[in-house]
Every structure is written in structure tokens, then in C-alpha cells.
């Protein structure tokens, strides 16, 4: 080339492909491929849905219904159901789909692993008539028209909350990426459910501390970081003379009243008790 230089700027042109471009092993080939693209595309949609149902969800219930209704597209059936290990340590039914009474009642309870399991797997029953490790519920199954049943056990940092079931009105083989699928469902689910309990006992909490502050003769604050008032029980007024709300938001600096405060150690530090009024 010597002291030439090439310069290649490449025009990119858009081409169209028709059948008659392919012969018939790569078109056959192509035909295989399509429905499991397609079917693997539907199933990302699913969980997309979920996903962004599950930010905005604000009770278990719809928590159960997002996870139900990801499920059961994504597996291509209309039968399926969520249990929770309730206080009393019994799993029991929260949501379902397609299924009688009858039958939730008389296999309520019954579990694949223990509820201290470090480590429990999914796993499917390809054909429920021929499982015999099934015992005594296996009639039952049966007799509810489920051939098939997956079991996805739900677990939030190492401790199983509960479980996912899904059915099938035939004997089925789940693929290993369904199963994937249906755990990656339940993991997603195990976080919401332990953000709500968590918001619901921080409610209850805060329903507490105001309930036995209200009652107290002394005055009692719960500050935020920056030491402004999240709440104050009702004492303040007939102290200071001033309404609780002139209180809210300020901070003692602001409000021109320098209150002694004293670290309560039952509370994290967000949370102190006023013990001496130096007004």
C-alpha cells in the first residue's frame, strides 16, 4: 500500500427474507425454533407483568394473584395455588385456581419438606397414578382430575415461606427451564411477601408505641434522623399549650423549645423519649 491509505465506509442495506430464499432442512428447522422463541418471548412477558404488578402491589392478595396468574401462563395451564406456613406451623391455602373445596380441605397441611429445610428443591410429578411416594393423598389428587403436579417451594433467606402447586389435567413433563421459570417466580414472590409482613409489622408497631404513648403522663416524641418530630403523644398541648401538629416536622431548634432527650435502648435510634421539659 506505500503511503496509501484505503478508507471503507460500508453502506448497511436492509434485506427481506422470504421462504423461497431457504431450502427445505433450514425452513424445517426454522419451524422447530419459531414456536420455542415464541413461547420463551410469552414467558418473559409474564414475568415482565409481574414484576411491575408486584412494585405497585400493596396487600398479600394481590401479591398471590400476580404470582398465580405468571405461573399459570407461563406453564400453559389453568390450575395452580399458593400456601403459606401460617403461625401455627400448618401450611395452608392463600390463592388457587381451579380447585374444589373439597379438595383444598383434605390436603391442607401436607408438605414435601419440613419447615426447617436449609435447602428445599422443586420437583414435578410427571404422572400423579403412578407415584406411589405420594400415600394417602394420592387418591385425592386423583380424584380432583390433576394427573400432574409441580411443587415449588417458596423461601426468603433461607426459610421456606410456603409453596407454589401446579397442575395438569394430564401426565406432564415439565422442561428444566419451566421449572426454572416457576422458581424464579417464587423467589420474586418470597421477596414481596416478606416486604409486606415487614410494613405490616412496622405498622403494627407504630399502632403500639402511639397506643401506650397516648396513655402516658409524661411527654413522648419520636424523632426522625435530622431530629424533627414524626410524632408526639398528647401531653405536649397541655405543657406547651400548643396543638400536637405545630410540633410535626419541626425539630426542637426550630420550635424554639429546648427538650431534653434521652435514648430510649428499647427502640432503634430513630426513636427517643423526651424526659424532661426545660421550658
Avoid at 421477596?191 to 405490616?200: N, Q
Avoid at 424523632?223 to 400536637?244: K, M, Q, W
Wanted: charged share 25%; glycine share 6%.
Amino acid at each position: 500500500c506505500g503511503d496509501k491509505v484505503a478508507s471503507i465506509s460500508p453502506r448497511l442495506t436492509a434485506v427481506k427474507w422470504s421462504d423461497a430464499d431457504f431450502d427445505d432442512a433450514t425452513l424445517g428447522i426454522a419451524g422447530l425454533i419459531r414456536p420455542h422463541l415464541l413461547r420463551g418471548y410469552q414467558q418473559l412477558q409474564s414475568i415482565y407483568r409481574m414484576t411491575a404488578a408486584l412494585v405497585k402491589a400493596s396487600d398479600l392478595q394481590t401479591i398471590f394473584r400476580e404470582g398465580l396468574d405468571c405461573l399459570t401462563s407461563a406453564l400453559d395451564t389453568d390450575r395452580a395455588s399458593i400456601l403459606l406456613i401460617d403461625p401455627d406451623g400448618v401450611m395452608r391455602f392463600k390463592d388457587w385456581r381451579n380447585l374444589s373445596e373439597g379438595y383444598r380441605r383434605a390436603v391442607e397441611g401436607h408438605s414435601p419438606w419440613t419447615a426447617d429445610d436449609p435447602a428445599p428443591k422443586a420437583f414435578v410429578v410427571p404422572d400423579v397414578a403412578a407415584d406411589a411416594t405420594l400415600g394417602d393423598v394420592r387418591d385425592t389428587i386423583l380424584g380432583e382430575g390433576i394427573a400432574a403436579a409441580a411443587f415449588i417451594p417458596i423461601v426468603y433467606q433461607g426459610r421456606l415461606l410456603g409453596k407454589f402447586m401446579v397442575y395438569f389435567a394430564a401426565p406432564h413433563e415439565v422442561a428444566d427451564e419451566d421449572l426454572l421459570l416457576a422458581e424464579t417466580v417464587a423467589g420474586h414472590i418470597a421477596f414481596a411477601i416478606a416486604r409486606r409482613r415487614a410494613d405490616e409489622a412496622l405498622v403494627r408497631r407504630e399502632r403500639e408505641f402511639e397506643a401506650l404513648a397516648a396513655q402516658s403522663p409524661d411527654i413522648i416524641a419520636r424523632f426522625d434522623r435530622s431530629f424533627r418530630h414524626l410524632y408526639v403523644n398528647p401531653v405536649i398541648e397541655a405543657v406547651t399549650g400548643l396543638p400536637v401538629d405545630h410540633f410535626i416536622g419541626r425539630s426542637n431548634a426550630e420550635l424554639g423549645q429546648p427538650l431534653e432527650l434521652t435514648l430510649h435502648e428499647g427502640y432503634d435510634h430513630s426513636y427517643y423519649f423526651i424526659s424532661t421539659f426545660m421550658g
